[in-house]
């Protein structure tokens, strides 16, 4: 099973500021990630796949990059609404393994 | 837009089955993988396992030995079923659609691009 982990568990930034999330897979999954956010009460939704291409609607402060191990995904301007949790998750491998999370808050 | 909503019963007793159906709207369920993910209060997600409209699974080890999906495309709904459910089986449970795309550069990649709302399952006497 591929371990993802997830850095910082909780991420305390400001609106307006830059906050940049980190995602490390136990071994290489090449382009195999994606990132989500979730609201409380919410169902997960889809930011970031292969990777680094944002989902249909994503606004242009959320990027994603790396391979391989490492990923990051970056919003370069915090707003209001980007408070939430965020999770990463590996599909390269069986079973499908989700990180832990990382919560933004203020 | 292809929509999913989640239904079944809320409460299940211990040592009884879960039984979850997603239904697919605006939307075939033909040609596409279709998922469960589970996330208990105040916990991390875990996925459930896979299925193909060709009937072909794939499990998450875990719950391997206690968890069967199924697919009804007349329906245009997808099942999931957990048996011998404990406490521990208390949760949020969604259900997605996982999409794949190809590049020459990173290969084939997947991602779950849509999820229904999640529906509770509460395991208790």
């Known amino acids: 099973e591929v371990l993802m982990t997830q850095s910082p568990a909780t991420l305390s930034v400001s609106p307006g500021e830059r906050a940049t999330l980190s995602c490390r897979a136990s071994?290489?999954?090449?382009?195999?990630l994606a990132w989500y956010q979730q609201k409380p009460g919410q169902a997960p939704r889809l930011l970031i796949y292969g990777a680094f291409t944002r989902a249909t609607g994503i606004p242009a402060r959320f990027s994603g990059s790396g391979s391989g191990t490492e990923f990051t995904l970056t919003i370069s301007s915090l707003q209001s609404e980007d408070f939430a949790l965020y999770y990463c998750q590996q599909s390269s491998n069986w079973p499908r393994t989700f990180g832990q999370g990382t919560r933004l808050e203020i | 837009q292809v929509q999913l909503q989640e239904s079944g019963p809320r409460l299940v007793k211990p040592s009884e089955t879960l039984s979850l159906t997603c239904t697919v709207s605006n939307g075939s369920i033909s040609r596409s993988y279709w998922s469960w993910v589970r996330q208990p209060a105040g916990k991390g997600l875990e996925w459930i396992g896979r299925?193909?409209?060709?009937?072909?699974?794939k499990y998450n080890p875990s719950l391997e030995s206690r968890v069967t999906m199924s697919l009804d495309t007349s329906k245009n709904h997808f099942s999931l079923k957990l048996t011998s459910v404990t406490a521990a089986d208390t949760a949020v449970y969604y259900c997605a659609r996982e999409a794949s795309d190809y590049n020459t550069e990173r290969g084939y990649y997947y991602y779950m691009d849509v999820w229904g709302k999640g529906t509770t399952v509460t395991v208790s006497s």
């Open positions: 299925m193909y409209t060709s009937g072909s699974t």
């Open positions: 071994q290489t999954i090449n382009y195999n």
